[in-house]
């Protein structure tokens, strides 16, 4: 009897109080504060360095309410379109400024940018009415992340192990005990008390995304095929202004905050046409007018020449330089950016599913309706990640052994590039589909191609257990559950655009020679 199937504990059995699955801010927030309150941890993770989880990544900020919770919950619900739950924004604004004061502050000692006297520089950025955003350059994300891992990594009830992927969940009778892992050829069995899933975002989705790489939407589909319920999966949001050639990167919101302009190819600026605030309108409006400009007019800048930028935004400067690109204007265009929605839980973080918690970009908080408000998610995943770390402890539940999946490697060769080319049909599917814009009928094709593409991965992933097999399977499920709450969802509203102008209805994207 091999140990993904032992009915009793015996000394090949790997047992923690609480796994924790991904290493961004929510990830270690939760896997910290299940640790303060004495469980003994192990946090797995796909990333084999700090910029393979999306927190690296983030660049405007986190944002505080300066002791006004409630300015920020206006806005963040207003950058919802009224869609947000006030009760999460309530959850989120009252424990803001004690978990970044407790945490980040105190305990990391991240040292945020100051003004000449000393106080903190805090930046504004759209739909924010107030300067209440805390940065380190326009390259936050980094400057959280990385001490967060060594703080975690160096806690002795916290074990990190890294580039090693979950790939489902241990689950009996709705309660989940656990995940398996890659360590091992046909699935590794970690049991927990309680499993935190804090697994990102779904970026790898799309052709163009400010996520990593490997955003697939892993806990999201573990947790969808386990019974979890998901919700608000339709509001992908789009960052507007993303480096617009190859390679793209972000250009943050807070070069907006403090002045850049968007001019389109005619060198007009043009959001005021669009929206009263602007450059600082939401970011749905902003992404959607931005796209449109590209369209009629070749092309859209981001205009920084109100700013000192290469002396306040070093990080973003040099990424330009490595691009070529010289002067004032960098042409940008909208990037996948952010899943507003994601497993469904409540105010401490917990799932449908028994002993099963998610956090940071991959749950659905309600916080943030339809759009999110720039720089709340490092503050979501972070507050989030607290609450859910503690209530996995106090809930007192123990590591359980049941019989694990019987994962199959027996037949271990894929076709050649097989996983990449079925990515790459599955990006172009999202990309014509399902992007800044919606029209029904074109979500309706989308569901057919992507059921059809999932159904050629199930005929493999059911003999093989390769990790790009199951990220491919996991992003296929995601963007299941994208086109099904797409075609639901017949209102526009937030980053959920729908269209229908009678035009002819399009073909399936080109599909790669394997099709």
Same mark, same amino acid.
């Given at each position: ?105 105190? %305990? ?62 241990? %689950? ?256 172009? %599917? ?34 093989? %257990? ?50």
């Amino acid at each position: 009897m091999t140990d993904t199937q032992l009915p009793t504990q015996d000394a090949t059995t790997e047992t923690a109080d609480v796994l924790v699955v991904g290493s961004g801010i929510a990830g270690c927030a939760a896997a910290l504060a299940a640790a303060q309150e004495g469980a003994e941890v192990l946090l797995v993770t796909k990333a084999a360095k700090p910029d393979g989880a999306s927190t690296d990544w983030a660049q405007g900020g986190i944002s505080t309410t300066r002791g006004d919770p409630e300015s920020l919950k206006a806005d963040v619900l207003a950058a919802s379109d009224e869609t947000a739950d006030p009760d999460a924004i309530d959850v989120l604004v009252e424990h803001a400024d004690d978990a970044v004061e407790d945490v980040l502050l105190e %305990t990391l000692g991240i040292e945020f940018d100051e003004t000449g006297d000393g106080e903190f520089d805090y930046t504004r950025e759209a739909a924010h009415s107030d300067h209440r955003i805390l940065h380190v350059d326009a390259a936050t994300g980094t400057h959280i992340l990385r001490p967060f891992l060594n703080h975690i990594d160096a806690h002795d009830r916290i074990e990190v192990r890294q580039d090693t992927a979950a790939l489902d969940l241990i %689950t009996h009778e709705g309660r989940v005990h656990g995940a398996l892992t890659d360590e091992v050829s046909d699935g590794h069995p970690v049991f927990a008390g309680t499993t935190v899933l804090a697994t990102g975002g779904i970026g790898a989705l799309y052709t163009r995304s400010t996520n990593p790489d490997d955003a697939t939407g892993d806990g999201i589909a573990m947790a969808a095929l386990a019974g979890a319920e998901v919700e608000d999966m339709e509001y992908v949001q789009f960052h507007p202004t993303a480096y617009a050639g190859e390679n793209p990167f972000l250009l943050s919101e807070a070069l907006r905050g403090e002045g850049a302009v968007l001019r389109n190819g005619h060198d007009e600026r043009f959001m005021g046409d669009y929206h009263p605030d602007a450059e600082l309108a939401p970011r749905d409006v902003v992404a959607r007018a931005v796209e449109t400009e590209r369209e009629e007019t070749g092309e859209v800048v981001l205009d920084v020449s109100p700013l000192d930028f290469e002396a306040e935004y070093p990080a973003i400067a040099e990424k330009c330089h490595d691009r070529g690109i010289e002067g004032d204007e960098i042409p940008v265009a909208p990037c996948e950016h952010f899943l507003c929605g994601g497993i469904a839980v409540d105010e401490n973080g917990r799932t449908s599913l028994d002993r099963l918690y998610a956090v940071g970009e991959c749950a659905r908080t309600g916080v943030h309706g339809a759009n999110r408000l720039a720089s709340t998610s490092l503050l979501e995943g972070l507050v989030w990640g607290l609450r859910a770390g503690e209530d996995a402890v106090d809930s007192g539940a123990e590591p359980e052994i049941v019989e694990a999946p019987d994962l199959r490697n027996s037949d271990p060769d894929l076709p050649e590039r097989f996983a990449a080319e079925k990515s790459v049909r599955l990006k172009r %599917t999202m990309d014509e589909y399902l992007g800044l814009e919606r029209d029904p009928e074109e979500i309706a094709r989308a569901s057919a191609v992507l059921r059809r593409l999932k159904g050629e991965v199930d005929a493999y992933i059911r003999t093989r %257990t390769a990790r790009d097999l199951y990220e491919l399977r996991n992003a296929c499920v995601v963007a299941l559950l994208i086109a099904r709450a797409a075609g639901e969802n017949d209102e526009s509203v937030g980053c959920h655009y729908v269209v229908s102008d009678g035009d002819e209805a399009m073909a399936e994207p080109e599909s790669p020679a394997d099709d």
